[in-house]
């Protein structure tokens, strides 16, 4: 079997990788992981492009049936204009309903 794959460009392998929380594979033991979405701002998004996320002691929180990241810090990001956001504010995770179940 022949399979054609475009080779991916630098910025291509930067970006599938943005952050990992290190510490929580180290001192926990993780039993189940999810993929999930993150309801962002536009500076966020960007200053997450260059980097600027640290998920240090971050931990997700169902609330009112809402799943909810908490203790990210987003940097503000460096070309910004008036428009910025709150570094450490809680963030949506984009979850099906039946994976928010499965936490509850």
């Not at 794959?5 to 630098?10: A, I, M, N, P, R």
């Not at 931990?59 to 990001?77: K, P, Q, T, W």
């Amino acid at each position: 079997m022949i399979r054609v794959v475009k080779e991916k460009t630098d910025r291509e392998l930067a970006q599938l990788h943005i952050a990992e929380n290190r510490k929580a594979f180290h001192d926990y033991h993780l039993l189940e992981s999810f993929e999930a979405g993150i309801a962002l701002l536009g500076t966020e998004v960007k200053a997450i492009r260059e980097g600027r996320v640290n998920l240090r002691d971050s931990f997700a929180r169902v609330d009112d049936g809402e799943v909810y990241l908490y203790n990210v810090n987003i940097s503000s990001y460096s070309h910004r204009g008036y428009a910025d956001h709150e570094p450490m504010r809680r963030r949506k995770l984009l979850l099906h309903r039946d994976e928010i179940r499965k936490l509850i």
